[in-house]
Structure formats: C-alpha cells, structure tokens
C-alpha cells in the first residue's frame, strides 16, 4: 500500500507552498507523501471524500493561552484546537521564569496539539491579571530568568513576551520595552508584544523592535494603534516596519483587542497582518467572541480578505514565526500529515469584535476534519 490514508476531490489550498486546485492528498506513516490528482484509491488503507471541501495545512495559532492563571484552557487545550482544525498552537506568554515549568509539564503530559510558547517577562506570567497586571511592579521583570527559561527550553520556548496596556506595566514609558529588548538579546530570540491603548505612540515602540519581533493584536482600536491617535491612516513607520520584517499580528482577544471598524480602514488601505491568531482562552473559546481559529477566520473573509491570503496567515506565516516552516502549516510532501479539512458554508452568522460591534455576515468557514500526525483527530459529526 502507498498509502495509509488518501483525501479525495478536496480543493487544495496550500499558498504557502503553492499548492492550490482539485487534488488528492496521500498519507503514509504520517507524513504527507503526494498531492496530485488521481491517486489511486485501490492503494490506500483508508479513503476519505472531502469533495465540496477545502483541504488546508492544519491550523497555526500563534498566539493563544494554555495556562492563564496556572492552568485556564489547560487539559482541555486538545478539545478546543482539534475541534476548530487547529494542530499547531503557542502559548503567548501566561508564564514566566517562575512558573513555566508547569506549563511545560502540562505540555509535556497532557496536551497532543503541537505547542511552542514565549516566556513572559514577569517571572509571574499571566497570573491574577484581573487583580493586578504581571509587570505592575518593576521587581516582577525578569529578564536574566526569561532568557535562562528560553536557553533551558530550547524545543519548547521560542521568545519574550511582555503586556503594555492599562495596568500591566509599572511605568508606561519604553522602560519596559528596553528590558524586553534586553531579554530576547540575551536569549537570542524574538519578542512579541502585546500593544493596546497605550500613551506611548507606535513609532516610538518600533524604535526598540528588529526584524523577526512581533506586535500583537495590530488591530485592536484603541489609541496609539497602528493608525496613531487620529485612527484614520496608517502609519508610515508602521508600513516601513512591516516590510523590513517586523510581524503584525492580529490575535482576537476577549476584549478591545480586535475592532471592526478599525480592520475595515486598515484594509481599505491594503494594510494586512503577517498572521491571524486567536488570543484564545477559555472564556474566548466558550463565551467568545472569539470561539475559533475559523471564527476569526470567518471575520476577515467578511471584510475582503481573500481565503488564500487568509490561509497564508493561518498557516506558512505563524509556522515560520514558531521555527516550525516546512514541518508544519504545508501540505508539501515530507511534511507532518496535520491538516484541516474546511467548509466555507454559505448562511448568515452574526460575528462580533471584541468591542462590542457585531455584523452579519453571508458565510462562514467550518472545519470539519482534523487531522495530526495522519492520523483521525476530530471528525465533525453529522
Ligand atoms: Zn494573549
């Protein structure tokens, strides 16, 4: 047999390794082994018909939360992520040099989506945020700890991660930024940013950033955003960041981290992230109005973006971010067989930003085939 398991007459739809059209998709000893047309049924232990249906990498979210307040998604990180064709997550920074070791331990015993994760720079990690933010207190920043956490980590951690927002940092200058910047030097790594309605303009931030950092949550549509005070253009020296490599990331978030208003004018001026995330956590998943990573999908097709270019971002993009490109996030044979098997089903949904707008929308995308490692992981029942 060539074949473990063989996708049949799906729609292929791989930009990031050009791989686009009606093809079949063959499996064997978990690794994606072809994709072409006509492979042959009678040498596959197993066929699927995935005709109607799009056939994408399975699903990068970079930028999600395992353990908030030590454990919040937690062991059931593998329900959600499977459900919505996600195989690949990272946790984007809910520990730090004091607890991440327990993060790594539920990685390591209770989780099967592949996980990477960036340390926070409070040693605390995102813990009791509700109460206190993680770097209220200047002592809390950690960056000799983070960059030995990274070094202990190697497989696992893959950058800083800092918070400057409302009451998460001890002093809203670039203090902060300058010990983030210190960290991910000594640890040899990106940092990514979590950046909302702060005083602090963005060109300001992006003096302290390099090629390979990450701003997360680009679309959120508070002040000092990626459009500066006024909200209406975007800004140059964001555009010059951005093709000098800096990563715009659009993580959903539960709240004032992703506005619709402000994704209409970013795109009406053909500003695009470099990833789509998800920001999930537990509440995000249940609560939403984030739910999924093809909720958030779903959101940005409504506004124009095109599947393939939403696909990239979903896909080769994060899996570059997380070292992982040409492993996971393609289709192209060699690589692991994760994939998502996709429906964009035409009926009206309501979809909600997290600032309390909310549209209707004419379709949606709805995963209805996971698979990691070749193997079955999530067969949506009906
Ligand atoms: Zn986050």
């Not at 605390?124 to 109460?131: N, S």
């Not at 789509?276 to 537990?282: A, G, M, N, V």
Request: aromatic share 6%; glycine share 10%.
């Amino acid at each position: 047999m060539k074949y473990d398991l063989l996708l049949q007459h799906g729609e292929v739809v791989d930009p990031g390794s050009k791989l686009r059209g009606l093809m079949d998709v063959g499996i064997l000893g978990g690794k994606i082994v072809e994709v072409a047309k006509g492979l042959d049924a009678a040498q596959a232990r197993k066929t699927f018909s995935v005709k109607g249906r799009y056939v994408l990498p399975g699903l990068v979210d970079c930028h999600a939360h395992i353990a908030v307040n030590g454990h919040n998604m937690g062991i059931d990180t593998d329900r959600f992520c499977r459900a919505s064709g996600v195989t690949t997550m990272c946790d984007a920074g809910s520990c730090g040099s004091s607890n991440f070791a327990s993060l790594r331990y539920l990685v390591d015993t209770a989780v099967r989506t592949r996980a990477k994760a960036f340390v926070n720079l409070s040693t605390i990690g995102i813990t009791g945020a509700r109460v206190c933010g993680e770097l209220s207190f200047e002592r809390y920043a950690d960056p000799e700890g983070c960059a030995r956490t990274i070094a202990e980590n190697q497989d696992f951690a893959i950058g800083v991660k800092l918070r400057f927002g409302p009451n998460l940092v001890w002093d809203y200058s670039d203090a902060p930024f300058k010990v983030a910047r210190k960290a991910a030097d000594m640890a040899g790594t990106p940092m990514m940013a979590h950046i909302t309605q702060t005083p602090l303009p963005m060109p300001e931030i992006l003096k302290h950033y390099k090629p390979g950092d990450i701003i997360t949550h680009c679309y959120h549509g508070g002040t000092n955003g990626i459009m500066g005070p006024e909200r209406q253009l975007i800004l140059k020296e964001v555009v010059e960041a951005q093709r000098h490599g800096v990563i715009f990331d659009c993580a959903h978030g539960r709240s004032g981290h992703f506005s619709f208003p402000l994704i209409e004018k970013a795109l009406d001026q053909g500003f695009l992230p470099d990833t789509i995330s998800t920001d999930l956590t537990f509440e995000g998943a249940t609560l939403g109005p984030v739910f999924d990573m093809p909720t958030t999908m779903s959101k940005l097709l409504h506004f124009g973006v095109s599947l393939d270019d939403v696909v990239l971002r979903t896909t080769r993009n994060p899996a570059r971010m997380l070292g992982l490109e040409g492993v996971v996030g393609t289709l192209k044979p060699g690589a692991a067989a994760d994939v998502a098997v996709l429906e964009l089903r035409d009926e009206p949904v309501e979809l909600r930003d997290s600032d309390g707008h909310s549209l209707t929308a004419k379709r949606r995308l709805i995963n209805h085939l996971t698979l990691r490692g070749g193997r079955v992981w999530y067969e949506r029942p009906n």
